[in-house]
């Protein structure tokens, strides 16, 4: 009996998977890989006849809050275009393009290419020049034309945000420890990276943290250093580790770090409690970390300058070579849309709030305009984050070892919180051991 | 006296790894049962009422298809390559031919190879096949499985009499009747167990599907568990009740398999 009905159940069970795993497959034989054209422009080729007039956009990326509804935006008022955008995590996005690139596979006809990767996606060459398609390069902010300029002057792609980056803090907190939570008061008490060492002791003594975690800062002390991570062969490892960790190792000491790790729930979750004051702060980490894990925190919040600006973060979106050429002007008109024209950028900033490479646009204070002011208690962060912060923010040239760089810094930051007695000295030398692994070019030297 | 308190020592210890095995799925649970906001702002550990709303925003997204995706991989794979593994368990074990040895060898070396070094042979041997971006590369991976093959051979070789084989066919056996009334009784628990590992690696295979499903509506289970965890998305209560539903296919096959599994396991372990 117990026999059968196992034997019952492992049936019903494959029958109905049945069901539906060959309605997956064969969903998808309807659009691009259907008659075993897997290669790359035939079957973008055949996606585009399928559908008759309408062309078929490919996309793979993570940053799902801003591409998604960007898509169906502009597929409101572009019927002949539609978008089939999967969602790739922002780690697997290199390995799934290499692994597709060697085996002659498709690849998507919109590539994003995040900031720390896109020297990387440089050197794959698989990106159309954009100038090719129109794109005027001096319509739009300088650094992030330089970002996306390659060697021989190829523009491969075009950043969909300025990102300049500030400190914010929780009001609460600010006028508890330091008695204000004006943030013209705060700014003057905030000048240098000493500062927040040295009034770090009211908020020890308030059983405050400053920060929240060590990787949080690195991160900003990374974003924020003048240091070149490689000038031609040489990785600067030394130099630009030395200026990071030693910040954090002070602050570490002084006893205003708290050891969560950047980005984890645990992490995110202390935006919404009352023991961390301060945290690194680009304009997209406003809706993305603040308002998404503070919910009930509008109009507890405000913004001041790091004693250095930077810019931190943000994503060029890149048209493939493979695709075909009735796809790439389409991806074209995508990306003009979403960067260059009003409508399509005030949706990136009103959906995202990403504010547009696009000149015009940047240095329109309308347009700029933040509709999330109220978050920060009516503080005028629009003309702080695109007037004084855009405007003063250094742009350090990235290195195709940027991902390796960062993913030691990450390392070395979160053992310096856990071993309170490891030495600067320490950490460079295990961060050094870790890159050596990491870094696989014999012709780079790491100094 | 003295083996009561060697008995009761070795309970607290069982006991005491058991809750550390358990809590961290039962803490899984619990916090699946909260709103993201207030997972970290409470002490989790005892259930909160927000289960269903998790439920319904799993199940707003991708997620059956992702679940019925998965179980078709994981069925389709375990099952063809339990078939395959003990028919050339049987195979190597009661024919003899040429090259059998170097054969074996080579059943072994492929054990040795790490799969991602072949991964890219694979795609271009999917994309000949035409069948890139659909499940069947998720699949087709397991129906030549070298562990499962050297499992099985490794187990019909210590279950199954040559004298029992022989027998049968001198009494008029086929072979397919030979394999399926004899062979297949006398290796049932290495079957199962077999059948579970497949499962296992199946179902939580996260290399394969990232390389070769590029449209939403194929996703497995481990990839839409990813894609919902991607940088800013922070619905943690989602995201946990996605990876308990994810776990329970798991547990009921360890359930109905366990007794199995560990004669599987320990078969060989004592030679008579």
Redesign the interface.
Known sequence: MRKKL?SAI?IT??A???I??????S???A???S?????ASASNAEATADSGDVVTL?Y?G????YAWPMFEKYEETHPNVHF???????G?ML??TQ??L?????L?TIIPMDVALIENWKDMDILEDLTDYGLDTSEYVDSAVEKCTTKDGKVIGMFTSVCPSGIAYKRDLAKEVFGTDDPEELQKMFTSYDDYVKNGAKAKAAGKYMFHSGQAVAEWFYFASDVETQTGSTLNYTKKMTDVLSKVIAMRDAGVLDTYQN?T??G??TY??DEHIFYPCPDWAIT?YIE??D?DGKGNWGLIKAPVSYSHGGSALGITTSATDEQKQAAYDFIHWAIAEQEGAEAGRDLAGFITTYKKLTTDANFTRRADEDWFAGQDISTLLYTEIANEMAVVKSSPWENSMVSVRNDVAQQLMDDKNMTLEDALQIGLEELQQLVTDDSITIE | MAKNIRKTITAIILGILTVISIFPFWLMFSMSTYKSEMIFQNNPILPSDYFLENLKTIFASNFVQSYGNSLFVSILSMVIGVLVCSMVGYGMYAYKFRFKKQLNIFIMMTMMVPNQIGIIGYMIEMRNLGVNNTLWPLIFTWFANGFGTYWMISFVKQAVPMELIESARIDGANELRIFGSIVVPCIRPGIVTLCLLLFLWSWNNYMLPLVFINKQDNYTIPIFVKSLASAFRTDYGAQLAGLTLATIPLLIIFIIGSKSLIKGLTAGAVKG
């Open positions: 196992i492992l069970a494959l109905a998977t049945s539906v795993g060959c309605g997956g497959a969903g998808s034989a659009s691009s890989d008659a075993g054209g897997s290669d490919t793979w993570w940053d799902s809050n089939e955008a999967t969602a790739v995590e922002w697997d390995t799934k692994q597709a060697a085996s002659g596979s498709e998507p980005g729930a645990e995110n979750a919404a409690d993305y998404t894990n919910p």
